[in-house]
Each structure stands twice: as structure tokens, then as C-alpha cells.
């Protein structure tokens, strides 16, 4: 029997009401009716089984039957910051990384990014967040930001246990992935990789560098390689 369809929704009660692009998916790609079993999410991480009550023009009525807290949230947080990619690759990132559990996505323009982004970028990330999680039955949708250079986006995850800069010109890891623990953030460069300077600039906040083996990776094979590595170090696999 398939798992009901999970839907997000901004505030739970005992009758919810499903509306907008949510409403839209639910009665015109999936054919949902009255009397059909959901599962609804409000991102803190709790599951909610519903029951379609009224289905209207644009709009669905449902009535919340129970709760229990979602097992598949990772239990130590990991941040995945990536040089924005060209094309649909940074979609790709976002897409695996929800689905290997990472719970927060920060994307940076570096010395040697050929790209741009805006709040029309942002936007579509979110959406493929969304349907990663829901995909993948995860409670929550990472948060995913967007920083003007590199060094904002060092900044924002300063304060995590184990901050690891991967860097392909490295010929040793100055860090062991054998056995993290605590809070994590990985850094992983554009297409065309870090400087020197800006390697440099994140030791000097305190990140280490590692590499990632004797071939050069394309940059989205390196972000979900990596961070496939940590979820297993950290037990998440497990």
C-alpha cells in the first residue's frame, strides 16, 4: 500500500484547509477526493494524518485524525555551502542534499563563479527543497539561502563544531571524515574552483581543508560526494 501524499502547510488545527499550489497538486495532478488519507507537515518536524473532509474549487477541508514526531529528520544538524552552479546543477545539489539530510543549503558567489542569482532562483530552489522532502518523507524543508560572496557565507556557519573546506589543489586532508560528531558545515567550490587566497581566508576562520581524492570532480559530483561521506561518519546512515 502506498504512504499517503504528504502536503505542507503554514498552521495545524483540527481542520486545516489546503489551498494555492498545495490545493492545486492535490486535486489536479494526484485526483485526491473526499474520504482520501494525507499526511500533513508544518516544517517542526511533527507528521499529521488527515483525512479529506470537502473538496471545493479551490480549496480542500481536512480533518486532522493524529500526531506522532517524523523518524527520518537527521539528528545532527550538517550545512552544505556550494559555489552556485550553471544551468539546472544547483538544482540537482539542492534535490540530493534534501535527500541525504542536510539541514541547511547556503549557495555563494566565489572568486571564480561564472553565474548570477536572484530572488527568481531562490524561489525555484525552494520549490525543488520541497518536493525533495516530500520525495524523500522528510518532516522538514531546509532553509536555503543565497550570500553575495564567499566569505559570507564562511561567516554564517562560524559557530559549527566541524567546519570542513573542501579543496581539490590540497594534497592531504587537514581533517578526519572517519569520525565526525557535532554540528558540521561543508564548503564546496563553483565549477571553477577555489584561489589559493580564498583558501587561506577560510583557515584563518577556522575551516579545514579536505580533499576529495586523487580525480578532479565535477563541482555537484564533489558537493553530493562529500556530503554523503559526513551523513555516514555522523551515523545517519545507520
Known amino acids: 500500500m502506498a504512504a499517503p501524499k504528504r502536503f505542507f502547510v503554514e498552521n495545524i488545527s483540527e481542520e486545516v484547509v489546503l489551498s494555492g499550489e498545495e490545493f492545486r497538486h492535490a486535486s489536479q495532478v494526484l485526483r485526491l477526493k473526499v474520504g482520501d488519507e494525507v499526511t500533513l507537515l508544518d516544517g517542526s518536524g511533527t507528521e499529521y494524518s488527515a483525512v479529506i473532509a470537502k473538496a471545493e474549487k479551490r480549496e480542500m477541508i481536512l480533518n486532522v485524525l493524529g500526531s506522532h514526531l517524523s523518524e527520518k529528520e537527521p539528528k545532527t544538524p550538517v550545512t552544505l555551502l556550494f559555489g552556485a552552479l550553471k544551468g539546472d546543477k544547483s538544482e540537482l545539489v539542492v534535490q540530493k542534499a534534501v535527500e541525504l539530510g542536510v539541514s541547511k543549503i547556503g549557495l555563494f558567489l566565489s572568486r571564480f563563479s561564472s553565474v548570477s542569482f536572484g530572488e527568481n532562483k531562490l524561489e525555484r530552489l525552494n520549490r525543488v527543497a520541497k518536493e525533495a522532502a516530500k520525495q524523500c518523507l522528510r518532516a522538514r524543508v531546509p532553509e536555503i539561502e543565497l550570500y553575495k560572496d564567499l566569505e559570507s557565507a564562511l561567516l554564517s556557519a562560524k559557530d559549527a563544531k566541524n567546519k570542513l573546506f573542501a579543496c581539490e589543489f590540497l ?43 586523487k580525480r578532479i570532480l565535477r563541482a555537484e559530483t564533489a558537493s553530493i560526494a562529500l556530503l554523503s561521506v559526513v551523513m555516514w561518519s555522523l551515523g545517519e546512515w545507520a
Do not use: K, M
Open 171 to 213: 594534497e592531504e586532508s587537514g581533517a578526519s571524515l572517519a569520525s565526525l560528531s557535532g554540528e558540521t558545515v561543508l564548503v564546496v567550490g563553483s565549477e571553477g574552483g577555489f584561489s589559493r587566497e580564498e583558501y587561506d581566508e577560510a583557515v584563518q576562520l577556522g575551516y579545514r581543508g579536505v580533499s576529495l581524492g
